[in-house]
């Protein structure tokens, strides 16, 4: 479906409205329209605000053939002044509709980045991280006088320095192969396929962003269900990643003609399955298990002897979910530490049960009493 078609089919909301318009685009000035949402409504703001490029006459290859750069009105300001105020601007709106314990992502070039990175402060922002995006394919350095521009920086900030914001760390380790994420990550711009295009086969919008990047950002900051706003929706890639990713998706542009791009691709995605949407959960947001509910329910009976793995130590329960060795008592977690003469221990995956000459951590008895409790529910 072309965008004229789409647009015949079905009209993008007005900023007049002031509901939550989930799943919508609003068409307008990103201010104006955050200014009409209701404060605190939001758990999370990703923008791809214009990047002020500064750009000189036209820039072309050494065949003399023309580089499809960022020359729209959009981008263009009149002063770093004027820039100021207008990131100072959109950044105070979108504070105020962000929940206490939500966070915005900004991304940005050194062009920009720098300037809005302050003004993220100035507003009371707390700065969590720095993103660079490396970009496996980035556009040459035609004129050979500066180094290929191969990077883009995303700031990821929460509300306050008191919010406490999603951040699925276990999730985003097992995303990369059980090591921790690092804040630099390798990805390809948007190109074949994926790139939107016009009747004429030209860029739809000059800034696409891939949608793995927004992937990466949501799966790591939000959960399903979240409220997600971009105030430069552009050609709609923060909303077909929410829209996959079971998330609900609020997109602000002024510009008409990206809106209707930006619906009809939206209109195409298929959300992942329900049980596809759950990620790895870290540890600690678990139900807690006393391993005296273990002796309680008779998977680890009071006189059972648990062994190290090596079998080079050893205790017997005793009724309470204690541990006795020849000269002292006490948890799994202290019994552990002192057979070995450490600090502390971990006695759920240190403390082993004989399950008839094949030894098993007693931690296989707490995943079973967990997944119970999950059941419940």
Same mark, same amino acid.
């Given at each position: 479906?072309?965008?004229?078609?789409?647009?015949?089919?079905?009209?993008?909301?007005?900023?007049?409205?002031?509901?939550?318009?989930?799943?919508?685009?609003?068409?307008?000035?990103?201010?104006?329209?955050?200014?009409?949402?209701?404060?605190?409504?939001?758990?999370?703001?990703?923008?791809?605000?214009?990047?002020?490029?500064?750009?000189?006459?036209?820039?072309?290859?050494?065949?003399?053939?023309?580089?499809?750069?960022?020359?729209?009105?959009?981008?263009?300001?009149?002063?770093?002044?004027?820039?100021? =105020?207008?990131?100072?601007?959109?950044?105070?709106?979108?504070?105020?509709?962000?929940?206490?314990?939500?966070?915005?992502?900004?991304?940005?070039?050194?062009?920009?980045?720098?300037?809005?990175?302050?003004?993220?402060?100035?507003?009371?922002?707390?700065?969590?991280?720095?993103?660079?995006? =490396?970009?496996?394919?980035?556009?040459?350095?035609?004129?050979?006088?500066?180094?290929?521009?191969?990077?883009?920086?995303?700031?990821?900030?929460?509300?306050?320095?008191?919010?406490?914001?999603?951040?699925?760390?276990?999730?985003?380790?097992?995303?990369?192969?059980?090591?921790?994420?690092?804040?630099?990550?390798?990805?390809?711009?948007?190109?074949?396929?994926?790139?939107?295009?016009?009747?004429?086969?030209?860029?739809?919008?000059?800034?696409?962003?891939?949608?793995?990047?927004?992937? =990466?950002?949501?799966?790591?900051?939000?959960?399903?269900?979240?409220?997600?706003?971009?105030?430069?929706?552009?050609?709609?890639?923060?909303?077909?990643?929410?829209?996959?990713?079971?998330?609900?998706?609020?997109?602000?542009?002024?510009?008409?003609?990206?809106?209707?791009?930006?619906?009809?691709?939206?209109?195409?995605?298929?959300?992942?399955?329900?049980?596809?949407?759950?990620?790895?959960?870290?540890?600690?947001?678990?139900?807690?298990?006393?391993?005296?509910?273990?002796?309680? =329910?008779?998977?680890?009976?009071?006189?059972?002897?648990?062994?190290?793995?090596?079998?080079?130590?050893?205790?017997?329960?005793?009724?309470?979910?204690?541990?006795?060795?020849?000269?002292?008592?006490?948890?799994?977690?202290?019994?552990?530490?002192?057979?070995?003469?450490?600090?502390?221990?971990?006695?759920?995956?240190?403390?082993?049960?004989?399950?008839?000459?094949?030894?098993?951590?007693?931690?296989?008895?707490?995943?079973?009493?967990?997944?119970?409790?999950?059941?419940?529910?």
């Amino acid at each position: 479906m072309t965008a004229k078609k789409s647009c015949e089919k079905r009209s993008t909301r007005s900023t007049k409205k002031c509901a939550l318009p989930l799943d919508e685009i609003l068409v307008g000035d990103c201010v104006e329209a955050m200014n009409r949402l209701p404060a605190g409504s939001v758990d999370l703001v990703f923008a791809d605000p214009p990047y002020n490029l500064q750009l000189r006459g036209e820039l072309k290859r050494p065949n003399e053939s023309k580089v499809d750069g960022v020359i729209d009105a959009w981008d263009q300001f009149s002063s770093f002044d004027a820039y100021d =105020r207008f990131t100072r601007d959109w950044l105070a709106a979108a504070r105020r509709v962000l929940k206490p314990n939500g966070a915005l992502w900004v991304i940005g070039s050194y062009h920009n980045i720098f300037r809005v990175g302050s003004a993220l402060q100035d507003l009371d922002y707390w700065v969590l991280n720095d993103i660079i995006w =490396r970009k496996t394919n980035p556009m040459p350095n035609f004129r050979g006088k500066r180094f290929t521009n191969a990077h883009e920086t995303l700031i990821w900030a929460a509300k306050s320095d008191s919010s406490k914001v999603t951040f699925n760390y276990e999730a985003m380790k097992a995303l990369n192969d059980d090591l921790q994420m690092r804040s630099d990550w390798t990805l390809p711009i948007c190109t074949g396929a994926e790139r939107l295009k016009d009747e004429d086969g030209r860029k739809a919008h000059p800034t696409q962003k891939p949608e793995a990047l927004l992937y =990466r950002v949501l799966l790591s900051t939000t959960n399903p269900g979240d409220v997600v706003l971009d105030p430069f929706f552009g050609s709609g890639s923060t909303g077909a990643a929410a829209k996959r990713m079971g998330r609900r998706f609020i997109g602000i542009e002024r510009e008409q003609v990206y809106a209707d791009f930006a619906m009809d691709r939206i209109e195409d995605v298929t959300p992942f399955e329900e049980p596809a949407l759950s990620v790895t959960k870290p540890k600690r947001s678990e139900p807690r298990v006393p391993f005296g509910t273990l002796v309680e =329910r008779h998977l680890v009976r009071p006189g059972t002897m648990l062994y190290s793995y090596n079998r080079r130590h050893s205790a017997k329960v005793r009724a309470d979910g204690t541990l006795l060795t020849k000269d002292a008592t006490g948890s799994i977690h202290k019994i552990g530490a002192h057979v070995q003469g450490a600090e502390a221990c971990n006695g759920w995956t240190f403390w082993h049960v004989d399950t008839g000459g094949e030894l098993a951590p007693i931690d296989i008895y707490r995943q079973q009493i967990r997944s119970e409790m999950v059941e419940v529910a």
